[in-house]
């Protein structure tokens, strides 16, 4: 028998990798929650101060049917990883379109989350310089 190769040893290393395991697996679930992954994020854009950001969009029809969803969409916002805050609504037109339009008042990102009534969310991250 080498060293090593007995039970003793592989066993002596089984609580070093459990103490090792933990704390990155907090790592891991920590960068996981702090960083959003890019499809949760939506859509990166650039723009300067001052500058106004349009969205337009139209809504999907329900299954089966060939109209659109019509009724109240929503728009809310935050900065950076802060709290949302409605900003504004509308409502559709009768062929399901919509349109906002922001003008971002500071410096940062601003993730935008856009909701129409077929429930299809849309975000987009503001990166404003």
């Given at each position: ?39 949760e994020a939506g859509k990166g854009y650039s723009m300067k101060l001052g500058s106004t950001f349009t969205i ?51 410096l940062g990102d601003l993730t935008v989350r856009i909701t129409p009534p077929d429930h299809h969310a849309r ?7």
């Open positions: 028998m080498q060293m090593g190769d007995g039970p003793a040893s592989r066993m002596g290393g089984e609580p070093m990798r459990r103490r090792l395991l933990v704390p990155v697996a907090l790592a891991v679930l920590a960068l996981s929650v702090a960083v959003p992954s890019f499809g337009t969009g139209r809504t999907g029809s329900a299954a089966g049917t060939q109209t659109r969803a019509v009724g109240k969409v929503v728009l809310a916002v935050r900065w950076g990883a802060g709290p949302w805050r409605l900003l504004t609504t509308t409502s559709t037109d009768s062929a399901g379109n919509y349109r906002f339009t922001i003008r971002p008042h500071r975000r987009y991250v503001l990166h404003v310089s």
